[in-house]
Structures are given as C-alpha cells and as structure tokens.
C-alpha cells in the first residue's frame, strides 16, 4: 500500500510517521462523521463550542468546510466586532445559551457523554438486546445505575 504524511486529527494521535492510504482515507472518513456530530449536536443545543469543534476538525483534517458553518461563522464574526463587553462578547460566540460562558465546555462535554450513552443503547437495541439489559450493561462500566442510563436514553430520545 502506498504511504501516506498524517494530516488528520486522529491520525496524529498515533505514533510512527506514515500511514497507508486506507487508514489516512478511513480516518477522514471518521473526522467528516465527527465535525458533522458537532454541528448536529449544535442544533440541538445551540452550545456555540460545538460550531467551534466542527471547525477546528474540518480544518485539521483537511475537510472543505460546508458553506452553511462558514455563514454562521460570518454572523458570529458581525456580532463579534459590535459587541462592547465580555457579555456581549459570550453572547455573541453563542456561548450563554442556559449555561453561561466559563460553563459552555462543561455542558458541552456533559452533552457529548449524554450523546454517547444514548448511542451505545440505542445500539445495543437495534441488535436486538433487550432494553433493560441494554441499560444495566451499558451503565455497569460507567458505574450508572440502570435506572440513570434509562433516564438518561429517554430524554436523549425525547430530543431526537
């Protein structure tokens, strides 16, 4: 296979310095799949971190980045050079929105740890598990009762 230079996210989280052409080409694959949960998971929550997220990883992996992120990224930017103080400046990064601005990462990263239980049983579902197993063996790692990964999934599911 030929080998190819590291250019994506992920990619430069391993070690040694190629990377045949199909691992470079899947973790594009994988990186595309990522921005796009972000901005997905931005329009759930309108947490401006994730636009941020999105862009940051359709940059370092080298992705064209859609139109729409660049649009909303232009907005931002007018609301940036009007704003007069740090308020502003939060607001207008979407960075307030029921959380406050220091507190936008936490509730991002809570989002996306609520995002990835829901997925494992939703799953664990779709392969057929029974849900109350699904809850019990995806919560025992975690060290979440069953009841907690069941809360947890049916509000995620709520907001689908």
């Given at each position: 296979?030929?080998?190819?230079?590291?250019?994506?996210p992920?990619?430069?989280?391993?070690?040694?310095?190629?990377?045949?052409?199909?691992?470079?080409?899947?973790?594009?694959?994988?990186?595309?799949?990522?921005?796009?949960?972000h901005?997905?998971?931005y329009?759930r929550?309108?947490?401006?971190?994730?636009?941020?997220?999105?862009?940051?990883?359709?940059?370092?992996?080298?992705?064209?980045?859609?139109?729409?992120?660049?649009?909303?990224?232009?907005?931002?930017?007018?609301?940036?050079?009007?704003?007069?103080?740090?308020?502003?400046?939060?607001?207008?990064?979407?960075?307030?929105?029921?959380?406050?601005?220091?507190?936008?990462?936490?509730?991002?990263?809570?989002?996306?740890?609520?995002?990835?239980?829901?997925?494992?049983?939703?799953?664990?579902?779709?392969?057929g598990?029974?849900?109350?197993?699904?809850?019990?063996?995806?919560?025992?790692?975690?060290r979440?009762?069953?009841?907690?990964?069941?809360?947890?999934?049916?509000?995620?599911?709520?907001?689908?």
């Amino acid at each position: 296979m030929k080998a190819v230079k590291k250019s994506s996210p992920r990619a430069h989280k391993r070690s040694g310095p190629l990377l045949s052409k199909a691992e470079a080409d899947l973790d594009k694959q994988y990186d595309e799949a990522e921005a796009w949960g972000h901005l997905r998971i931005y329009v759930r929550t309108r947490n401006g971190w994730f636009i941020w997220r999105a862009f940051r990883v359709f940059r370092l992996a080298g992705l064209p980045i859609p139109e729409a992120l660049m649009v909303k990224l232009d907005q931002i930017a007018g609301r940036l050079l009007e704003a007069g103080d740090h308020r502003a400046i939060a607001k207008a990064l979407e960075m307030t929105k029921g959380v406050g601005g220091p507190q936008g990462r936490t509730a991002a990263i809570a989002t996306i740890n609520t995002r990835a239980i829901a997925q494992q049983v939703n799953d664990r579902i779709q392969a057929g598990q029974k849900k109350t197993l699904a809850y019990e063996r995806v919560g025992k790692p975690l060290r979440k009762t069953e009841k907690q990964v069941k809360e947890i999934y049916l509000r995620w599911q709520r907001k689908r």
